[in-house]
């Protein structure tokens, strides 16, 4: 066996790979980088299959420099899925094996503050101190959009070997899903509106569903609704009347018992507390960039809770159980391949929702 200390590869690794580089706002460019080196804790993945996430597009747009990210030019991309080629120091007796095949995530905790302590390193106190071994990939660390990513197993799935890279590299995005009707909580039979049809609206639907809900509603537009609707969830077009009318002459009136907020809208805002009925919990994923008046005052006598949501801490493992025992539906969402070198097109078809576009997959090195 080798040294702890050492990195031990399990097939030849290339010095150079092909990755996609964001080097200005809303300037990316394809370029041969250098393949990173494992540090402690990390294991060097070849990446499989890489998915566009809406949160990509608006850190390409730089509005987010530098926070996310830090420093230009940078690698993005946080939803993936590959095979392990190389073991870094003190990665032995986790049970990450070389070869495994494993699916990304974003958030990968300190693991000594309190927030990691009590599983919620998605809060992490020591947020981009690299120092402390805490990494956002994709964010604020080298993320997916290349042929491989040196990743600390704390970031990480380990998937069955029966369950595609495509799949599995839906793993993040289907987590966030979960986590939002987690966090909202969802009780079997429950009337669930969902604002938003984007990927993260389709997953919080199928999680939503998983999780024994009744009726499930959701509201968007196009042809991702259309999408939507052939997998069993009742639609309304935000084009078309008034949302919160609609909601409530489909509920009898008694409005929804979970509303889960994903489009990030400021009306999106506003319907999700006007679709919410008595007693009911609300989750909110999104950030509008104005924030509406709430009705505050049936917030309090109607008794609602409210939510935030932050990525997907924990949910993993569950979202890789809930596609392989065929609850939780990932492939009539793929809606569009591309190498991962035509990355240009993909992120324009996905801006402009081209043919409903939801989950465009990337295949790097092809
Ligand atoms: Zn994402
Ligand atoms: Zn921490």
Known sequence: MAAMDEVRYGEAVKDNMEAVLM???EKLEVKQVPVPEPLVGEVLVKVESTTICGTDIEIIKGTHVPRWPPQLPAILGHEWAGRIVAMGPHTEGFGFEMGDHVAGTSHAGCGACRMCHIGRYNLCYNYGKTVTGHRQYGHVSQGSYAEYVSNNIRALHKMPKDMSFELG????????????????????????????SGPIGVFAFESA???????????????????????????????????????????????????????????????????????????????????????????????MDIFGVRANPNCGDEVIGLIRGGRLRVEPYIT??????????????FVARQDGALLVNLTPGT
């Open 23 to 25: 080097v200005a706002p």
């Open 209 to 303: 569903r998983a999780l024994g809900a009744g009726r499930i509603i959701v509201v968007g537009g196009g042809r991702r609704l259309e999408i939507i609707a052939g997998q069993g969830a009742e639609t309304i077009s935000y084009r078309e009347g008034n949302v919160v009318e609609q909601v409530r002459e489909m509920t009898d009136g008694q409005l929804g018992n979970v509303v889960l907020e994903t489009a990030g809208q400021k009306a999106s805002f506003q319907w999700a507390i006007d679709c919410a009925g008595k007693g009911s919990r609300v989750a909110l994923t999104g950030i509008p960039e104005e924030i509406p008046d709430i009705a505050w005052k049936r917030v309090v006598l109607e008794e």
């Open 336 to 349: 569009h391949r591309f190498p991962l070198k035509n990355y240009q097109e993909a992120h324009d078809i």
């Open 169 to 196: 590299s839906a793993v993040d995005p289907a987590a966030c899903g979960l986590w939002t009707a987690k966090r909202a909580g969802i009780n079997a039979g429950d009337t669930v509106i969902i604002l938003g």
